[in-house]
């Protein structure tokens, strides 16, 4: 399963269920007719290209999540340094990717600015229409970074591909089989005193996860991750809930290529650009140097 998208697939095509957003006041005078609750929180993603689909990294390429736990694995083993603060799976998650390596986990802001600038900021996509998309997600799907559940489905990466759900309904079964022995030790290594039951509808779910404000990038970003669990099998990828997202009179939110120029000044005037999203040194060098160059 490959997301990439061809050249002729970036070229700008609309789809007819949209609203364009060409201006930052016009996408906040959508967001003040739609209605909120006590309930829900409201985060929010861009995509550069409005044709990507909402899956985690790992699930683009075949290969990576049949080597996922290898992944993972051979990050600790070459960089062990750059992981020593991590206390577990989730944080190392949250890590490589930070670093660009495929998790299962799916980047979301609370800021909907933040998710227009990805939207309209990857100039591999400058020719294709790009899409926001908002999320109201419930908050009983909300979970902290410490919660057991995260801890469940993060741990299911360090499993190998032959991972899969026993059929087993039965709680003290399911517990009892190979599959759940093993995930349950390797929970245990970070939650020594978890109780060793799971239960096992946790491991298909797709949790909203608020991640430690420790990372310079999600705090400049008001990040927080989707976090994925699995099919069947490792194999086989669970599916966002559809009534997570939400489309303002049932329209998609969609940036036309030629609007994306003029909202990146927009937002660059509101200090919403490259150097301030990603804070490190060669990103910020990246952006002075295309601003003082043009």
């Known amino acids: ?50 044709g990507y689909e909402l899956i985690p990294s790992i699930y683009r390429n075949n290969k990576n999540i049949e080597q996922e736990d290898i992944l993972i694995k051979e990050s600790l083993a070459l960089c062990p340094k750059d992981f020593n603060d991590c206390k577990n799976t989730l944080e190392v998650l949250v890590k490589m990717q930070h670093y660009d390596l495929p998790t299962r986990l799916l980047d979301i802001t609370s800021n909907p600015l933040i998710a227009l600038y990805f939207a309209c900021s990857n100039d591999l996509d ?18 902290y970074f410490d919660s057991d559940t995260v801890s469940v489905i993060s741990n299911i990466a360090l499993r190998p591909q032959s991972f899969h759900i026993p059929h087993e309904n039965d709680l003290t079964i399911f517990n009892q089989t190979s599959e759940l022995q093993f995930l349950l030790h390797q929970i245990k290594n970070e939650k020594p005193h978890f109780l060793p039951l799971v239960v096992k509808d946790h491991l298909s779910k797709v949790i909203c996860v608020k991640p430690k404000l420790d990372n310079p990038r999600i705090i400049r970003q008001s990040g927080a991750f989707f976090l994925f669990g699995v099919g069947q099998n490792k194999l086989e990828l669970t599916k966002l809930p559809i009534g997570y997202q939400l489309k303002p009179n049932g329209k998609r939110l969609i940036i036309p290529s030629q609007s994306k120029k003029y909202l990146l000044k927009e937002l660059d005037d509101l200090g919403i650009n490259q150097a301030s999203i990603f804070p490190e040194l060669d990103k910020v060098a990246s952006y002075l140097k295309s601003k003082y160059s043009s």
Request: glycine share 2%.
């Open 126 to 143: 400058k020719l294709a229409a790009g899409e926001l998309i908002i999320f109201n997600i419930p908050k009983k799907d909300i979970k």
């Open 1 to 50: 399963m490959d997301i990439v998208l061809n050249f002729k697939e970036r070229i700008d095509s609309v789809p007819n269920d949209s609203a364009e957003i060409t201006s930052i006041s016009q996408l906040l005078n959508i967001f003040s007719v739609v209605p909120k609750d006590d309930v829900s929180e409201r985060y929010f993603r861009g995509h550069s290209a409005c």
